[in-house]
Nanobody, 123 residues
Framework: VQLQASGGGLVQAGGSLRLSCTASARTTSNNGMGWFRQTPGEEREFVAGISWNGGRKIYADSVKDRFTISRDNSKNVLYLQMNSLKPEDTAVYYC?????????????????WGRGTQVTVSS
């Protein structure tokens, strides 16, 4: 399974971006999916996760009420709508497919990882 994240870019604080993650196989439709982010010199950080059918969503406290995770299994696409962006949201964002059907905040619970997409928020 290959995952490819896209949609990153440069945006001013307060702006919005929508990230997409396309999976190469329909097998991910049975898996929980997640978004993580990482800045240089820092550990990878959980951002948001969603269950296989979209019925359960979890968020990091730092993005709750600003970011929304969703998925379209008919298109094998995962999304992350990011609103009210802050400079501290600047990072490389990665999508990942979980080993099971439910999302997790822990990186080791994810089996497949995509290449990241850079998000830069200017102040």
């Amino acid at each position: 399974v290959q995952l490819q994240a896209s949609g990153g870019g440069l945006v001013q604080a307060g702006g919005s971006l929508r990230l997409s993650c396309t999976a190469s196989a329909r097998t991910t439709s049975n898996n929980g999916m997640g978004w993580f982010r990482q800045t240089p010199g820092e550990e990878r950080e959980f951002v948001a996760g969603i269950s296989w059918n979209g019925g359960r969503k979890i968020y990091a406290d730092s993005v709750k009420d600003r970011f929304t995770i969703s998925r379209d299994n008919s298109k094998n696409v995962l999304y992350l709508q990011m609103n009210s962006l802050k400079p501290e949201d600047t990072a490389v964002y990665y999508c990942a497919a979980a080993r099971g059907a439910i999302p997790s905040r822990d990186g080791p619970d994810y089996r497949y990882w995509g290449r990241g997409t850079q998000v830069t928020v200017s102040s």
